[in-house]
């Protein structure tokens, strides 16, 4: 039998659209909270129509908006006023992302909510935060990734490259619900609830730390090496016999001898003066890669990543994303689901935590204003359909 989720009894209130907020509370939603999300009445979320590649459904809003119910009001109209005075009082958590200065002036931002309810635990989330030239700036993940130097580290020497995935709404929505947490954990103990913000900006700001640090005490950026490691050598694709490639990456001495002595059969290379730390294979690079390159030409790529296995060095396939769906770990291990939608059963993945005995939710993915009946029924009030 299933444990009690976790957040089980939490209700959380969304004011939310494209991927940040909603995949925070996707997050919660997956280990027991209620999660009500406010959508426009009509077209609702706009990520909604960033395709229609799932039996009709967008690919985004499919994977960020499972196991919720659909409120759709005008928070604008006073109707919609009404129903968000009703239902707030009920409410755990409140998320927004509404463009920089729409919750003020709405009276929806953290700090105006938490001072009427004192236990609510409210999130404003923002391209930049409050504050500094920036707070009105509207920003969006790849725009984000521009402003805080992602773009210079990532791609190859010829050319800069974005990240292939919301690398900064994904980065946002996880530190969204760290904060959500810690503030439930807190109120625990104190009774009271909290106003914080999370900026994308901020958010990428953590994650670019690794290459800002290594600028500032180097005096110089690091260098565009496309599928190949910036510092550590030997670290990327190698091509091997036959036209494959296979990836590995060597972290300590213990697996730098490993790799000279039972992958490429000669321990002679490990005391190599050009090759014996990783600073000098890094200086030394296209020489040690050739010697690699060389030692492989006469292997397969299986019989590479054999080699490696063996020697217990961190090694990886290429894989393309119809492989990677394909994967053996993921389908031994059951992480493939299908979830309800308007449209039919749709695939999912299970979320990364894993609780023995604990089931996480997957629910259905709501159409526009699937429960706004449900919903205001519930909180005594008349559903108009034009909340």
Known sequence: MSQPLPL?????????????APLASRHLADWGARVIKIERPGKGDFCRDYDYVMNG?????AWTNRSKESLAIDVKS????????????????FLQNLAPGAARRLGLDAASLVERFPRLIACDISGYGSGGPYSRKKAYDLLVQCEAGFLSINGTQEQPAKCGIAVVDTATGMYVVNGVLMALFNRERSGKGMAFEVSLFDSMTEWMSYPAYYTDGAGKPLVRTGTRHATIAPYGPFRTGGGGVVFFGIQNAREWEALCTEVLDDASIAGDPRFCTNPLRMQNRDQLEALIEAKFAALSAEQVI????????????????????????????GRVRQVDSPNGPLMSFLPAITIPGTAPVMGRIPGVGEHTEAITAELGLKETGTA
């Open 78 to 93: 006073s109707e919609g006023k009404r129903v968000l005075d009703a239902l707030l009082p009920q409410a755990d958590v």
């Open 306 to 333: 054999a080699r490696l296995d063996g020697a217990s060095i961190a090694n990886a396939n290429m894989n393309t994303v119809e492989s990677f769906l394909e994967h053996p770990q993921l389908h031994a291990r």
């Open 8 to 20: 089980a009894g939490i209700t959380v209130v969304s004011l939310e659209q494209a991927i940040a």
């Open 57 to 61: 459904m967008s690919s985004q809003f």
